[in-house]
Each structure stands twice: as C-alpha cells, then as structure tokens.
C-alpha cells in the first residue's frame, strides 16, 4: 500500500513503490541535493533546487548522442555511480596532439593539511582530431608481404591511424570514445522498413568502430558471404572516418578498427549497453509464462549502476575528497586542479504503521555523485529501499543534523 509521505528537507524527494526480484512490494524514497562548484572546488547549496531528473539526458540527439545523465528513478543502486561531466584541457591551455586528465578520490583525513588515503584513481588520455584511413591497394600489398617475411611480426592491417592535430580541449564524452554505429543504406533490416545498422555493443554513440565479417553476421543475422559483401561495399564509400580522441594511458589505440577496445570515459553509461545488459538476466519464455511482468529472478539489481565500471564504489564516504585534474583551464585556476570535498550530508527515513509499536529509523544511502564541470555544478542523489507498510502508514524524511 502506499505510503503518506512527508518531506521534511529543504531538498526536492520522492516516494515510490516498487516491486523487487522477490516479488516483495517495496517503498522507494529519493532525495537529491544540488550544489554550485565555486572556483576553489567549494560547495554552495543552489539557492533553487532544481526537481529529480524523471528523464533520459543526452548531448544531443538521443539516437546518436551520449548520456548527459539518465533518470533518477532507480529503485535501488548496490553501488555508488561517481559520474563526471567534463572537458579535458591541455597542460597551460597550450594546444597540444595528446594530453591526460585524472581523477583521484581519497578517504576524509584524520588531519589536518594531510590527504586521507587514496580510494581509488582514473586517468585518460585526450588527443586532437584524428582519422583512420584505409591504405591504398599497393600499401596493402606490401604489408602483406611484409606480415609473411616477418611471420606476422608485423600486421598487414589495411588500415592506418593518423597523428592527431593539436587541441586546445577535448570533452570527455563517450561521443569521443570508441564504439559507434555502421550503416549499411545498401541493405534493410528484416521487416525492410529501416537500413541495416551494426552497433558497437558497448557504445553505439562512440567513433571509429568497424565491424569483422563474423560479428556483422552475429548482429544482423547474415550469411558469412553477405557480412564480407556488406563490409567490402562499406569500405568502398568510408576510406576515412574519424578515430576516437579518449583513450586509456595504458592502452594505446590500436591501428585497426575492427579490434576491441574498452570503453573509455567517466560518464553515465546507456542502458542499452551490454556493460549494464549484462545483468538484466533471462527474459525468455519461462519468464514471460512463470514471471512476468516481474523481473527475471536471475536480475543483478548492479544493472540500475549507470557510472563507468571503474567508477563504482561499493562504499563511498559521504565526505570523501575528490580530486580533479586537467578539467578546468589555467585560466579558472594555474594549477588546472579541481578539489571538492563532500558536505557529509546525513539523512533519515523515519516509518510505522498501526501494526509498529515504535517507529522505524533507516539512514539513506548516498548512492549517486554527479559532477558537472562545465555547468559548475554537482548533485547528490541519496536513496532507500524500504520495506511495505500496512494501511494507516507514514514516511517521513528528514536531516540528520551533525
């Protein structure tokens, strides 16, 4: 049964039911809290809240453009998403071919003018613009010669990766990132109403991605003559195309398009991805008879984690200290170095019904770090999962005052 809900905060929340794996009714309760990012990294409460975010965010078109951020509204996250919106900037706002941007979270200190211990840390690396070009007939002939004088010493990949122009920054966008869509206008899908595509599983969004003949013919369901028909009629119209510009430090970009790369970036990751399909379970025809509409018991409820994998926590410090470099120009700060520190915010939900003789006390958890650099702002998502209240029940949120 729903529950009354009282917000007693000055902050925008939420209560909702949902139905868990087990069947179980639940009640969901979420509450936000949004900052400005001062100069100096300090934290100011925005004077106007603005509402939880009931929708799906993008750059720009949402068929072809990444998450800015996705909607509030998981029922519950195992994880803690650490997410950054942000540019990479060259070293001394210097244009330059490559350059890093980094990111370290460290544990509150004990003392004073003493950083806590590191929790964890991510770098990339940023390039200018750069194309992958497909060599000409004699190139490719001679480095197939030379693949079989070297016994495949050297790669006869058809393909060669350009040096990047320099830039003065670069958005960390999985736009940017690796991954993308290839369309093939020559043939349609299997109901004839649309062109054939081929999407990069991870990041359908990304630049650069070309498909192998064996995973185009997984994909679409093609004949292996028919994928190797479709790519050679590809690559005919595409001797260039844009490479990504995010990239791993310690995995360079390969030169060849077609070979695997891990996705890149610090952003809010699509549902649609098979980093979060993963975890969706079976939906098959057991399920629609035996389960349906409740979720796939083998449902990983990480799938509502929406950060890059390497930005999940399975705990993180409400006042944890958050490092920022490269993401801001020197002409906001010479260092180029962001440095937030979390408020340490506490709330409580409070419960009962007419079957509780007490009322119940439950601490929300914060479980979403949202960090806007280029709109100076971040936003703190705190949520609880409680358990379903007879009639003649109540919810109350408040602050836990320090």
């Keep these: 049964m729903a529950a009354d809900f009282y917000n007693m905060t000055d902050y925008p929340a939420l209560c909702f039911p949902h139905y868990n794996v087990l069947g ?21 409460p925005l004077a106007e809240q603005p509402p939880l975010n009931f929708a799906e965010r993008t750059y720009g078109d949402p068929m072809t453009s990444a998450l800015v951020r996705e909607s509030d509204l ?4 195992p994880y803690v998403d650490l997410i950054v919106n942000a540019h990479a900037y060259a070293q001394n706002d210097i244009p330059a071919r490559r350059f890093e941007a980094g990111l370290a979270i460290r544990a509150p200190s004990t003392k004073e003018g003493v950083s806590g211990p ?11 613009p750069r194309q992958w070009r497909r060599r000409s007939l004699p190139g490719r002939m001679t480095r197939r010669l030379l693949s079989l004088l070297t016994l495949g010493l050297i790669s006869h990949n058809p393909w060669s ?9 670069v958005p960390i966008r999985y736009d940017y990132a690796y991954g993308g869509t290839m369309q093939f206008d020559e043939a349609s899908t299997p109901d004839g109403n649309e062109p054939l595509q081929c999407l990069h599983a991870d990041n359908p969004f990304g630049r650069g991605y070309v498909s192998t003949p064996a995973n185009l013919k ?19 119209t595409h001797r260039v195309f844009d490479a990504p510009q995010i990239e791993w430090p310690k995995q360079p970009l390969p030169s060849d398009p077609t ?7 610090w952003g809010t990751v699509s549902k649609h991805a098979k980093l979060r399909l993963k975890y969706t379970g079976t939906f098959d025809q057991r399920w629609r008879e035996e389960r349906h509409p409740l979720l796939p018991e083998d449902f990983n409820t990480r799938y509502w984690n929406g950060a890059h994998p390497t930005l999940q926590f399975e705990t993180l410090p409400s006042d944890a200290h958050i490092e920022l470099h490269r993401v801001i120009p020197a002409s906001r700060r ?4 962001l440095r937030i520190k979390l408020p340490g915010l506490r709330f409580i939900a409070k419960y009962q019904d007419h079957t509780m003789t007490d009322t119940a006390v439950s601490p929300m958890r914060m479980d979403t770090v949202h960090i806007d650099v280029e709109n100076n702002t971040l936003t703190l998502l705190y949520r609880n999962n409680l358990p379903p209240l007879a009639k003649t029940n109540c919810i109350e949120l408040s602050q836990e005052q320090r």
Aim: glycine share 8%; proline share 5%; hydrophobic share 35%.
């Design 74 to 77: 998981a029922p519950e996250k």
């Design 24 to 44: 179980e009714y639940r009640n969901v309760v979420i509450l936000g809290v949004s900052f400005e990012i001062g100069n100096d990294g300090e934290l100011i």
């Design 161 to 169: 990766l350009t040096s990047p122009k320099a830039v003065r920054s």
């Design 334 to 337: 010479s260092d180029q170095i």
């Design 259 to 265: 070979q695997p790369y891990p996705l890149a970036g």
């Design 118 to 128: 590191l929790i964890r840390h991510s770098i990339l690396v940023a390039t200018g």
């Design 218 to 236: 997984r994909l679409t369901g093609n004949s292996s003559a028919r994928a190797k028909k479709l790519l050679k009629r590809w690559r005919k």
